[in-house]
């Protein structure tokens, strides 16, 4: 039997932003709840109910902006603009309000996380349709400058932005103050709980203590990272580098 407050958090795998900032708002709301609040985390885009195409769009999502980048780029801005992107909350709504509407009468949650900008739409089409079945609905933006128009749809209760430019562009795209919050990107609370200074921490891994360090992430998108830390590494610049793969 469930107890406290049910959060549902919508995410995705389109990219490895939505899926880190799903987990870290979890493991946050798990830690200073006190286990007040029952979290869930779904991908609808997964959902079996959704469509091939869409649920393929996952798997193929790094390999367009890798390989087509200046392609992807110029689909992106275009369906920015004002008349595509009511296009595309259109098309969403049609293939994911049944997936909405059955992952609400299975979770039952009493409040709704969206971290990708596709869920706003349908969501909305749902409650107009089905009135009973709204609860209220937080968005929370994952990228942190050029954030697409339909980030700022009026159905979320709350819009969290991470930026004073995200901030500003909700209030020029028609929320009100009291829907926008500006917080900034979700971390997961693991990161700040290192009881360690610098120096012991340094040791520990084996670094050079005094050492300008660079940490570097990479991921299947940056292909040609290898090639660029070779050169820096070969640069003789007074650098050294953790490398998280």
């Not at 200046?70 to 992107?85: C, Q, R």
């Not at 409040?111 to 739409?121: E, G, P, W």
């Amino acid at each position: 039997m469930s107890k406290g407050v049910r959060v549902l958090i919508l995410t995705s795998e389109m990219g490895f932003g939505h899926i880190s900032a799903a987990r870290a708002l979890s493991a946050a709301l798990q830690l200073h709840t006190e286990d007040t609040c029952e979290v869930t985390l779904v991908n609808p885009v997964a959902d079996e109910d959704a469509p091939a195409l869409l649920r393929q769009t996952q798997a193929t999502y790094d390999n367009a902006v890798t390989r087509t980048p200046s392609l992807y780029e110029l689909g992106y801005d275009i369906s920015d603009l004002s008349l595509a992107a009511a296009a595309l909350e259109g098309g969403l709504s049609l293939i994911l309000t049944r997936v909405m509407e059955k992952l609400i009468r299975q979770h039952r949650p009493d409040v709704i996380v969206t971290v990708h900008m596709y869920y706003l739409a349908p969501l909305q089409a749902l409650f107009d349709a089905r009135p009973r079945m709204r609860v209220p609905l937080v968005t929370v933006i994952t990228d942190l400058t050029n954030l697409h128009r339909m980030w700022f749809h009026p159905a979320a209760d709350v819009c969290v932005t991470p930026t004073r430019a995200g901030y500003r562009q909700a209030l020029r795209l028609g929320l009100r103050k009291e829907q926008v919050r500006l917080i900034g990107i979700p971390v997961n609370p693991a990161f700040a709980r290192v009881d360690q200074d610098k120096a012991a921490l340094r040791a520990e891994l084996g670094w050079q203590p005094d050492t300008v360090t660079a940490l570097v992430v990479g991921s299947s998108r940056m292909r040609d990272l290898p090639f660029k830390l070779h050169g820096l590494n070969h640069s003789r610049l007074p650098l050294q580098f953790a490398l998280v793969a």
